[in-house]
């Protein structure tokens, strides 16, 4: 489905879709279902990979705590290697590290 919206903007993309549901109510179409079955296990990150990839989109801790959504001190042990992130905020970290670019220069300015 990424591919889709890679190849497409968001306004042809809706367009599409549009267009599927208008043929559907028509019965036209039957309507597709997609079974997402190769979900990457989550990756581990060592302390200085995190710190590694808050400085390359250039935030500070407190910056990159409050974008992650945990607090300043979750950083600094992150960090420090006291405590290792968990669940979403290992997600969060590997789209940030594989997509920094992407992150750097769109969605930095959505988040504000």
């Not at 302390?47 to 990839?53: G, L, T």
């Not at 979750?74 to 920094?100: C, F, V």
Request: aromatic share 8%; hydrophobic share 35%.
């Amino acid at each position: 489905m990424s591919d889709f919206f890679e190849k497409m903007d968001i306004g042809n993309a809706l367009k599409e879709s549009l267009n599927e549901v208008l043929e559907y109510e028509k019965g036209n179409i039957s309507l597709r279902t997609f079974i997402r079955s190769n979900i990457p296990d989550l990756p581990d990150f060592k302390a200085s990979e995190i710190k590694s990839i808050r400085e390359e989109i250039k935030c500070t801790q407190a910056t990159f705590a409050k974008l992650l959504g945990v607090s300043k001190s979750t950083i600094e042990y992150w960090e420090a290697g006291k405590s290792k992130p968990a669940g979403s905020s290992r997600r969060m970290l590997a789209l940030i590290k594989n997509k920094k670019e992407t992150f750097i220069k769109e969605d930095l300015k959505l988040i504000g």
